[in-house]
């Protein structure tokens, strides 16, 4: 039996924006639980809340948002944690990637300098060196080719799934324990998007990282991940092992959310809608509503 | 068999590439799309599916007259529209429209729904049937949207609903084809299903014909009749929707199918058998 701790263990976790009719929880008393090496799932729609989860854990929540609860990596409590010490434990034991690799990386300089600055951050007083040996490591570590000639590449010379995995070669270069991949294969072709999902897996196999995957995608999470949250409106609504919440859902939301999802293996009858009067309701009522105004 | 109402024959695009021409030289061009033919027959869907820069939404640009063809020509209901100017595009354009991606960039933003759709009608200097309050109106209600609203801007409605708009937009020149360039892409799952399933529903009342553009194989299924896949360009392959899904025969269509995540089978089956039952249990 193993007594490590639990990796990631969030605990009534909730996020407030103040607004001008009243503080809005964008997530609200939220628990999550991973494993070491687990692949946990958190899927919704736009405005769930799922995005703002991600940020929270590593206390990356916008300025005027509050956050409360508890974030616990390995038992070590991150809410409340000095800014200086959050900076430590993010980017080397819990890693980021983000949905649109192009804006996350800095166009004048290559991919290996900005590998090996954000390796070195880390790891003071690793020689410019050896902090190309590793960045060219990370870059062979996600199968791209010639990785000694591309490591000296700027971003636009790799396409859309290319600078994805130099996004992953970065996150993992200091062997984070955990990744937090938030919507990674999104802005990707199918193609490219099988690639990156095989590659986030065969990570999991071959290193034990753990791994929260955000996605709106639920054949995506159907796939890799083990255990599943299902978020509306900043609330978890279900949560299971992946096979129980996808032969067995309980709540209405999971189910209908199931059944709204167009499958390739043959056309339904009519898909069922998710809010089935959403459309003749008044506006900003579907769960994509902005908040924008708008003159009236 | 009846004669297909839209049809494109041997399509070619060139667009010049940037900063290769000179003063007496001529740039370089990229092909993008590259002796393209189709026919679409009244009443059904054809999809052209593919990914990013195969030139599916080209392709479906130059069957709008929205871009100009290099070569090659389009019909509608046999008649040559390639080179139609002024007038007879107007004429065109009452028979063939567009649905883009994006409702919020494709709609002015300052402009009531009911300005929106009724611009249209006002650009062709065609009469709006019935007034403009009254033709918004039965045009939203027609598409699911409340036509109470028919005052308010875009900003106000959720993602759905101004497709919804964009949509009603379209039908609003009473046209025989419409154009949908990954129109429910943007959408969340739940409100997409509902936007497939109006376009099936208008498909089915009003008799519209679709040239559905998309990179979602998933909702292609929903929707089409037809499929046609595109890479580089080309199609490699076209047929009717279940031999393509059921039995690809070019290797791109066989790759582009396998890389498609889903859901496995067996617990699709397992989670209908049980909401089944509980439905059972609980009537």
Redesign the interface.
């Known amino acids: 039996m193993t007594t490590d701790p639990m990796l990631l263990e969030v605990r009534d976790l909730t996020v407030t924006f103040p607004t001008p009719r009243g503080p809005l929880d964008a997530v609200k008393s939220l628990d999550l639980d991973l494993e070491p090496g687990g692949a946990l799932g958190i899927v919704g729609?736009?405005g769930s809340g799922k995005s703002m989860t991600s940020l929270a854990i590593m206390g990356l929540q916008p300025r005027a948002a509050r956050r409360t609860g508890s974030v616990r990596l390995r038992g070590r409590e991150l809410v409340g944690m000095s800014e200086a010490d959050l900076r430590r434990v993010r980017g080397d034991r819990v890693a980021m990637v983000f949905q649109d690799p192009l804006s996350s990386l800095n166009p004048y300089y290559t991919v290996g300098l900005q590998i090996e600055e954000a390796y070195r951050a880390h790891r003071p007083g690793v020689t410019r060196r050896a902090a190309r040996k590793i960045a060219i490591a990370a870059l062979e570590r996600v199968h791209i080719r010639d990785a000694a000639v591309r490591v000296n590449h700027y971003p636009h010379q790799f396409s859309?799934g290319m600078r994805q995995r130099v996004m992953i070669a970065m996150a993992l270069s200091t062997e984070p324990e955990l990744l937090i991949a938030d919507e990674p294969t999104t802005a990707l072709?199918?193609?490219v998007?099988?690639q990156i999902?095989d590659l986030l897996q065969e990570i999991r196999r071959e290193t034990g990282t753990g791994l929260v995957l955000i996605t709106?995608?639920?054949?995506?999470v159907?796939?890799i991940t083990d255990h599943i949250v299902v978020m509306k409106d900043g609330v978890c609504v279900e949560r299971g092992a992946v096979?129980q919440i996808?032969?067995?859902?309980r709540h209405p939301y999971t189910?209908?959310?199931?059944d709204?999802?167009?499958?390739?293996?043959?056309?339904?009858g009519?898909?069922?809608?998710?809010?089935p009067d959403?459309?003749?309701?008044?506006?900003?009522?579907?769960?994509?509503?902005?908040e924008?105004?708008?003159?009236? | 068999m009846s004669e297909p109402l839209l049809r494109a024959t041997n399509l070619v695009k060139e667009f010049p590439v940037m900063g290769t021409g000179g003063l007496l030289r001529r740039p370089a061009t990229f092909r993008a799309v590259d002796d393209v033919s189709f026919e679409i027959r009244a009443g059904e869907t054809l999809a052209l599916v593919g990914e990013s820069g195969s030139g599916k939404s080209t392709t479906a640009r130059l069957a709008a007259r929205l871009l100009d063809v290099t070569s090659g020509t389009v019909e509608l209901d046999g008649e040559d529209v390639t080179a139609l100017k002024r007038s007879a595009l107007n004429r065109f354009r009452s028979e063939v429209q567009v649905v883009f991606q994006d409702p919020f960039s494709s709609l002015n933003p300052r402009h009531t729904v009911e300005r929106i759709v009724t611009a249209p009608l006002l650009y062709q200097q065609r009469p709006v049937p019935g007034g403009a309050r009254a033709f918004t109106r039965s045009l939203m209600e027609r598409v699911g949207l409340d036509p109470d609203h028919s005052q308010k801007y875009p900003a106000q409605f959720s993602g759905g609903q101004a497709q919804r708009i964009g949509i009603a937009r379209a039908l609003a020149v009473s046209p025989r084809v419409v154009v949908c360039d990954e129109a429910v892409s943007a959408l969340d799952v739940s409100v997409q299903a509902q936007v497939i399933n109006l376009l099936r529903e208008l498909q089915r009342e009003e008799g519209l014909t679709y040239l559905f553009i998309a990179h979602d194989l998933a909702v292609v299924r929903q929707i089409a009749t037809r499929v046609a896949v595109m890479t580089q360009g080309q199609v490699v392959e076209e047929g009717a929707r279940d031999a393509v899904f059921d039995a690809p025969r070019h290797e791109y269509t066989r790759k582009l199918l396998d890389a498609v995540p889903r859901i496995r089978p067996e617990w699709e089956r397992q989670r209908r058998a049980n909401a089944g039952r509980s439905a059972g249990a609980t009537s």
Do not use: C, K, M
């Open positions: 729609e736009s859309g072709d199918v193609t998007q099988a999902l709106h995608d639920l054949a995506v159907s796939e096979e996808f032969t067995d859902p189910q209908a959310l199931l709204a999802v167009p499958r390739i293996d043959d056309e339904i009519e898909l069922r809608a998710v809010v959403a459309a003749t309701t008044s506006p900003a009522t579907e769960n994509t509503a902005t924008n105004g708008g003159p009236a």
